[in-house]
């Protein structure tokens, strides 16, 4: 499970919680991340309340906006029939993709 900067304080209680699993209602899958449902590059803070274990699928469907009620807890999380665009989560995800697309060309350059 990728930890990023998470304290590992913080990283106990989310597996105390939530156990190895990812925490999307009725995935068995293992969490490979950890997830700020609000955004830790606008909110600047770690809380436990806050950060959910993701499989690799959930938190792509997160991150492109295809989750209802993501602040809330799990268990009230649902699919998303229509895309949210204009949320500042949305933005912020739209600016990590590109980010992320620009670091994987630069990669795949040979070193230029």
Known sequence: ????????????????RFGL???YPGCKKPAMD?????????VKRHSEGE???????HHEL????????EQLAPR???LEIEIEKNGAASVVDE???KKRRG??????GGGS
Do not use: Y
């Open 1 to 16: 499970m990728k930890r990023n900067s998470v304290p590992l304080k913080i990283r106990r209680e989310i597996e105390w």
């Open 21 to 23: 699993g990812c925490g």
């Open 34 to 42: 950890l997830h700020h449902t609000k955004r830790f590059s606008l």
């Open 51 to 57: 950060i959910v274990p993701l499989c690799k699928v």
């Open 62 to 69: 997160v991150h492109a906006g295809l989750l209802r009620g």
């Open 76 to 78: 009230n999380w649902d």
């Open 95 to 97: 600016i990590v993709r």
């Open 103 to 108: 670091l994987r060309r630069k990669g795949e």
